[in-house]
Nanobody, 125 residues
Framework: QVRLVESGGGLVQAGGSLRLSCAPSGHTFEGNAMGWFRQAPGKARQSVATLDWSGTVTNYADSVKGRFTISRDNAGNTVYLQMNNLKPEDTAVYYC??????????????????WGPGTQVTVSL
């Protein structure tokens, strides 16, 4: 069974930092794009940052550009999201995601085949 296991969420003050991790089990994703999405209360789930299969092509939501960085480990499996200068509007449940499509350079939400259970990020004033 394929699972995506997230960790690293929590409560932080505005201006602080958090680092999210996503470790797959039951499958390796070194040939697949992965990414992070988030969903705030009452809002639709949206893309935050995605990384292609090679770890070189990134896409960021405009609201997080310059503050968040997505990366993969050398094996290309575990994915990280470094979040700096956090703002209250970043408060949401963050989900790790992966596609079964091979060697894509993007990860739109319609291509997501695997979701993690989500980790809560809360940014206070």
């Amino acid at each position: 069974q394929v699972r995506l296991v997230e960790s690293g969420g929590g409560l932080v003050q505005a201006g602080g930092s958090l680092r999210l991790s996503c470790a797959p089990s039951g499958h390796t994703f070194e040939g697949n794009a992965m990414g992070w999405f988030r969903q705030a209360p009452g809002k639709a789930r949206q893309s935050v940052a995605t990384l292609d299969w090679s770890g070189t092509v990134t896409n960021y939501a405009d609201s997080v550009k310059g503050r968040f960085t997505i990366s993969r480990d050398n094996a290309g499996n575990t994915v990280y999201l470094q979040m700096n200068n956090l703002k209250p509007e970043d408060t949401a449940v963050y989900y790790c995601a992966a596609t079964a499509r091979y060697r894509t350079t993007t990860l739109p939400i319609s291509w997501v085949d695997y979701w993690g259970p989500g980790t809560q990020v809360t940014v206070s004033l």
